[in-house]
């Protein structure tokens, strides 16, 4: 039990697109279609209002969980455990997105959030931290729920970025950047990597050194955005050019 714990982490590191990492990968996959399957029974206003806040819950309770462990293992601090990485940022602003169905909210987590989120699970910055452990866990489920939580917006609420929602999300992304930044400087961190790169592999390493990595990053954001309107870009296409030729 203790080792489930243990803040060293297990005997061999995190290695990604192992058994556990694809199965976890697919665990989240298979949740955002079961939305999708039965999106007309989660619009019933009791479901509905069941499911969005235990959904919220299970992202707040993830990250209280985490930070709950560092203060107990004597680890917690300023400079890693603060709410300012992207995901994390993204998991409150969605778990609030759940509470209130606010569509402001919702552009952020859905074009940005769910982006981060998945590069995050596609490339894990766990180092020793393996399944079976807590932070593997709490990885996992605190990012899956990210995810979960974007589609059910669109899926079930009928949610839907649009072209504006784009300038609107990256706007936004900067300036929490900025903020982010003056963080790191103050705590010594490397809050949204912006200090220098992740320990594990990632995108980042396609991306040049420091600060020149942080510039690409730009663009590789607005390529990201665009792809998430994408559909919804395409959507509205169809049905101005069927409007258009009645």
């Not at 707040?60 to 300012?84: I, K």
């Not at 569509?103 to 490339?123: D, K, V, Y």
């Not at 990053?217 to 998430?228: D, N, P, R």
């Not at 559909?231 to 050019?241: A, E, S, Y």
């Amino acid at each position: 039990m203790f080792e489930f714990f243990d803040i060293s982490g297990t005997d061999e590191p995190f290695v990604m697109f192992s058994f556990g990492h694809l199965f976890s990968l697919f665990l989240i996959f298979t949740a955002i279609v079961f939305l999708y399957r039965y999106r007309d029974k989660l619009k019933q206003e009791r479901v509905n209002r069941l499911t969005r806040y235990c959904l919220a819950g299970l992202l707040l309770l993830s990250d209280l969980a985490l930070n709950v462990w560092f203060l107990v293992e004597g680890s917690w601090t300023l400079d890693y455990n603060l709410p300012l990485q992207l995901c994390t940022i993204s998991l409150y602003l969605s778990a609030f997105m759940l509470i209130t169905r606010s569509l402001a909210l919702f552009e952020f987590a859905f074009l940005i959030g769910i982006g981060g989120a998945l590069q995050a699970l596609l490339t894990p910055d766990l180092g020793h931290f393996s399944y079976p452990h807590f932070r593997t866990y709490q990885f996992f489920i605190a990012h899956g729920a990210i995810l979960v939580a974007g589609f059910y917006m669109v899926f079930v609420e009928g949610f839907r970025p649009t072209l504006h929602s784009i300038w609107r999300s990256i706007l936004m992304l900067n300036i929490i950047a900025l903020l982010v930044g003056l963080a790191n400087w103050l705590t010594g961190g490397n809050y949204m990597f912006l200090a220098h790169k992740p320990g594990a592999a990632s995108l980042l390493d396609l991306l040049g050194p420091w600060p020149y990595y942080i510039i690409w990053l730009e663009a590789v954001v607005l390529v990201s955005v665009l792809l998430f309107y994408l559909p919804f870009g395409v959507q509205d296409f169809r049905r101005k050019r069927k409007g258009s030729g009645n």
